[in-house]
T-cell receptor
Framework: AQSVTQLDSQVPVFEEAPVELRCNYSSSVSVYLFWYVQYPNQGLQLLLKYLSGSTLVKGINGFEAEFNKSQTSFHLRKPSVHISDTAEYFCAVSDNNYGQNFVFGPGTRLSVLP | SAVISQKPSRDICQRGTSLTIQCQVDSQVTMMFWYRQQPGQSLTLIATANQGSEATYESGFVIDKFPISRPNLTFSTLTVSNMSPEDSSIYLC???????????FGSGTRLTVV
């Protein structure tokens, strides 16, 4: 069985500062990894994904994440955040690309302060 | 990638009643997924709906409480039956966005049971 840990439930950061949202996973098989964002009162939007290939993945809105197999991590980063990045961020893992065994982490609330 | 229309976007319901949530996809998909997001929490998979067969429910969810229909490859409904205040959540449907594209989510239905 897979699981996802997001150690930080809340991350406050000032505008234009860098941010890293941490995600660790456990799985006994190869994984696919995802980051989703949920803006207030909205559904989920895919930020980026790692399926294979380069371990550094670039997504929308200037976000990127790096897959580290040895540390079983998939941390999300952005060099300079904006007020509009305030949202809930969910890391998710799947052992396939067909929807089964798709597990979400508990989420990290990013609050960007002026 | 697939685009999902989900409705209603929100509703306030009396306890003991039922609400049916609809998801329409702009392309044919094999599997559709229904999630629940309780207040302040992450997403939990309720069930997987395949066209032409009964939905597969996750542990803790039963068909009598959450009946699902999947009449064709572009549409599904989830009913929340005999509602209680504990059912107040956001309900989201999801489909595979396409091979290698992760998953697309509907905008969610924010349900409040009073």
């Amino acid at each position: 069985a897979q699981s996802v840990t997001q150690l930080d439930s809340q991350v406050p950061v000032f505008e234009e500062a860098p941010v890293e949202l941490r995600c660790n996973y456990s799985s006994s098989v190869s994984v696919y990894l995802f980051w989703y964002v949920q803006y207030p009162n909205q559904g989920l939007q895919l930020l980026l994904k790692y399926l294979s290939g380069s371990t550094l993945v670039k997504g929308i809105n200037g976000f990127e994440a790096e897959f580290n197999k040895s540390q079983t991590s998939f941390h999300l980063r952005k060099p300079s955040v904006h007020i509009s990045d305030t949202a809930e961020y969910f890391c998710a893992v799947s052992d396939n690309n067909y929807g089964q065994n798709f597990v979400f982490g508990p989420g990290t609330r990013l609050s960007v302060l002026p | 990638s697939a685009v999902i229309s989900q409705k209603p976007s929100r509703d306030i319901c009396q306890r003991g009643t039922s609400l049916t949530i609809q998801c329409q996809v702009d392309s044919q998909v094999t599997m559709m997924f229904w999630y629940r997001q309780q207040p302040g929490q992450s997403l939990t998979l309720i069930a997987t709906a395949n066209q032409g067969s009964e939905a597969t429910y996750e542990s803790g969810f039963v068909i009598d409480k959450f009946p699902i229909s999947r009449p064709n490859l572009t549409f599904s409904t989830l009913t929340v039956s005999n509602m209680s205040p504990e059912d107040s959540s956001i309900y989201l449907c999801s489909v595979e966005a396409g091979p290698g594209y992760g998953y697309t989510f509907g905008s969610g239905t924010r349900l409040t049971v009073v």
